[in-house]
């Protein structure tokens, strides 16, 4: 296969999940639907096979890096969350109760917010509506950057979103949390006026997630597990911050990302500290991403010339 360096980088992070996953699932006994995690496997190698067709037959790189880029999304969005899950049960205490002391001293509390925010119904089913644009704006922008020809953009962003990922899994595993919705009761009055994405009841599920594990996975029922920090924060930032380097066309991004924020706390059930922690790590890992893109595009650089020259003679 003929991948550019970014998505060698990414093919190798994939990889490397997908051997963690396979030996996790043998030690742990965890049963998996093979059919269902098969049929998006299958789906994501589609994509890679299209990109390798439009690159190798019909030397079309737009398309190329663009379906290739969809393939590694999925195949990486696959192991991770497969990955994630192999994590349970926890080993370390939840931290949810620090999380909260940490909102009362920035003067937030959760509960009384959301209370507060069923007051307007309308209001929020438009945060859920805007809350439910999370992973297809991820897709929109795929699209956006790899037809538009802007391959290293497309490559950070891409970069961005796999080392924010890890990142956030790490950062959950050492430090748990299910969100405020795991330890707040919300009257019923109020989860009826606004129904929430992760209300109380999201957040029992997780709890006993966390306590017992998983004993099958599949991906018809597969739940956003992290907590701190929010991972959804992550992929807001990423669409806001990259599409508005391609100009104007960012700015509707940044305005349903600005909106993203409320709406992660109240339908996505986090704490202000999620958030916070969430633009952190996406801070961390855009540097991070476009660190490794430069050494690797000098890398490349470097072995370009080599290779034109060929084998020195005899």
């Given at each position: 296969?003929?991948?550019?360096?970014?998505?060698?980088?990414?093919?190798?992070?994939?990889?490397?999940?997908?051997?963690?996953?396979?030996?996790?699932?043998?030690?742990?006994?965890?049963?998996?639907?093979?059919?269902?995690?098969?049929?998006?496997?299958?789906?994501?190698?589609?994509?890679?096979?299209?990109?390798?067709?439009?690159?190798?037959?019909?030397?079309?790189?737009?398309?190329?890096?663009?379906?290739?880029?969809?393939?590694?999304?999925?195949?990486?969005?696959?192991?991770?969350?497969?990955?994630?899950?192999?994590?349970?049960?926890?080993?370390?205490?939840?931290?949810?109760?620090?999380?909260?002391?940490?909102?009362?001293?920035?003067?937030?509390?959760?509960?009384?917010?959301?209370?507060?925010?069923?007051?307007?119904?309308?209001?929020?089913?438009?945060?859920?509506m805007v809350y439910a644009t999370s992973l297809p704006q991820l897709a929109v922008i795929l699209l956006v950057l790899g037809l538009g020809g802007r391959i290293r953009?497309?490559?950070?962003?891409?970069?961005?979103?796999?080392?924010?990922?890890?990142?956030?899994?790490?950062?959950?595993?050492?430090?748990?949390?299910?969100?405020?919705?795991?330890?707040?009761?919300?009257?019923?009055?109020?989860?009826?006026?606004?129904?929430?994405?992760?209300?109380?009841?999201?957040?029992?599920?997780?709890?006993?997630?966390?306590?017992?594990?998983?004993?099958?996975?599949?991906?018809?029922?597969?739940?956003?597990?992290?907590?701190?920090?929010?991972?959804?924060?992550?992929?807001?930032?990423?669409?806001?911050?990259?599409?508005?380097?391609?100009?104007?066309?960012?700015?509707?991004?940044?305005?349903?990302?600005?909106?993203?924020?409320?709406?992660?706390?109240?339908?996505?059930?986090?704490?202000?500290?999620?958030?916070?922690?969430?633009?952190?790590?996406?801070?961390?890992?855009?540097?991070?991403?476009?660190?490794?893109?430069?050494?690797?595009?000098?890398?490349?650089?470097?072995?370009?010339?080599?290779?034109?020259?060929?084998?020195?003679?005899?």
């Amino acid at each position: 296969m003929a991948f550019l360096p970014a998505e060698r980088f990414i093919s190798l992070i994939i990889a490397t999940l997908a051997l963690l996953d396979a030996c996790l699932l043998l030690l742990k006994g965890v049963g998996i639907d093979v059919a269902g995690y098969a049929s998006l496997v299958a789906c994501g190698a589609f994509l890679l096979a299209l990109g390798q067709f439009y690159r190798a037959v019909r030397r079309n790189e737009r398309i190329a890096v663009t379906a290739t880029a969809a393939g590694l999304f999925v195949l990486f969005t696959i192991a991770g969350s497969i990955f994630n899950y192999l994590l349970l049960p926890l080993r370390l205490s939840p931290i949810d109760p620090l999380l909260a002391r940490f909102d009362a001293a920035l003067g937030f509390d959760w509960p009384a917010f959301v209370t507060w925010a069923s007051h307007f119904p309308r209001a929020g089913m438009l945060l859920q509506m805007v809350y439910a644009t999370s992973l297809p704006q991820l897709a929109v922008i795929l699209l956006v950057l790899g037809l538009g020809g802007r391959i290293r953009l497309l490559h950070h962003f891409l970069m961005t979103g796999v080392i924010g990922a890890l990142t956030a899994i790490i950062c959950w595993f050492f430090f748990p949390s299910f969100g405020p919705a795991s330890i707040y009761a919300l009257p019923a009055d109020v989860t009826q006026r606004v129904p929430l994405a992760a209300g109380p009841d999201y957040g029992a599920q997780l709890v006993q997630l966390g306590r017992n594990g998983a004993a099958y996975l599949t991906p018809r029922n597969a739940l956003g597990l992290i907590g701190f920090p929010s991972f959804h924060t992550v992929m807001a930032a990423m669409s806001a911050s990259f599409m508005l380097r391609c100009g104007a066309l960012g700015l509707p991004f940044l305005l349903l990302n600005v909106l993203m924020m409320p709406a992660i706390i109240i339908q996505g059930g986090h704490n202000l500290a999620d958030v916070l922690g969430g633009l952190l790590v996406f801070g961390v890992a855009y540097a991070i991403a476009l660190a490794a893109l430069r050494q690797l595009e000098r890398r490349r650089a470097n072995i370009e010339p080599k290779a034109q020259l060929g084998p020195l003679p005899s």
